[in-house]
């Protein structure tokens, strides 16, 4: 089985700082793919980030990036110069090759002006 | 544009009444998805269509229904046997049916609520 786990229900930072989100993924497969999804308040799902595990380098999206920990299962979001539209509910999930999507709970980000 | 629409924004439905909430895409994907979301609860999956005319059941199937007739439409019924069905629902689709992953793409979901 597989489960995916966000420890942080609710998290802030100050606007231009830098904040870092976590998640846990267990599962017993070697091929599988890990993505951070953003949630605004108009909650439209955008993907953010996504990483292959068979790669050993870590995705960066412009100011997004992940930190891909495969033997401690760990897969954290880093936002850096953090911006007030970063605001949103951000889910992690994972997957094997095309199937089903695993999401976590969710960790709710405030940006503070 | 390419996109995934879902309609109705908003939806009210009696308790007893069958309803039916519209997901339709024009990204030529293969594969379509329902999930369910409650506060606090992330996403849920109801139900997913890998080709046409193909669904299976998610994790919260029961008093659910969907069709796929067309590869761009992708149908969910609630019918009166959820017992719960006030959320919000979330549409997605993805291009590949097997093989390498592919992104899932989001509909602006419907918001159910029962009175």
């Known amino acids: 089985a597989q489960t995916v786990t966000q420890s942080q229900p609710e998290m802030s930072v100050q606007e231009a700082e830098t904040v870092t989100l976590s998640c846990t993924y267990d599962?017993?497969?070697?091929?599988?793919?890990l993505f951070w999804y953003k949630q605004p308040p108009s909650r439209q799902m955008i993907l953010v980030i996504r990483?292959?595990?068979?790669k050993q380098q870590n995705a960066t999206e412009n100011r997004f990036s992940v930190n891909f920990q495969k033997a401690a299962k760990s897969f954290s979001l880093k936002i850096s110069d953090s911006q007030l539209g970063d605001t949103a509910m951000y889910f992690c999930?994972?997957?094997?090759?095309?199937?089903?999507?695993?999401w976590g709970l969710g960790t709710s980000l405030a940006v503070n002006p | 544009d390419g996109g995934i629409t879902q309609s109705p924004k908003y939806l009210f439905r009696k308790e007893g009444q069958n309803v039916t909430l519209s997901c339709e895409q024009n990204?030529?994907?293969?594969?379509m998805y329902w999930y369910r979301q409650d506060p606090g609860q992330g996403l849920r999956l109801i139900y997913y269509?890998?080709?046409?005319?193909?669904?299976q059941k998610g994790d919260i199937a029961e008093g659910y229904s969907v069709s796929r007739e067309k590869k761009e439409s992708f149908p969910l019924t609630v019918t009166s046997a959820q017992k719960n069905p006030t959320a919000f629902y979330l549409c997605?689709?993805?291009?590949?049916?097997?093989?390498?992953?592919?992104?899932?793409?989001f509909g602006p979901g419907t918001r159910l609520t029962v009175l």
């Open positions: 997605a689709s993805t291009a590949g049916t097997s093989g390498t992953y592919n992104e899932q793409f």
């Open positions: 990483q292959e595990a068979y």
């Open positions: 990204l030529n994907h293969d594969a």
């Open positions: 269509s890998q080709i046409v005319n193909d669904f």
């Open positions: 599962t017993s497969e070697n091929n599988y793919y």
């Open positions: 999930a994972g997957s094997r090759a095309n199937r089903k999507l695993i």
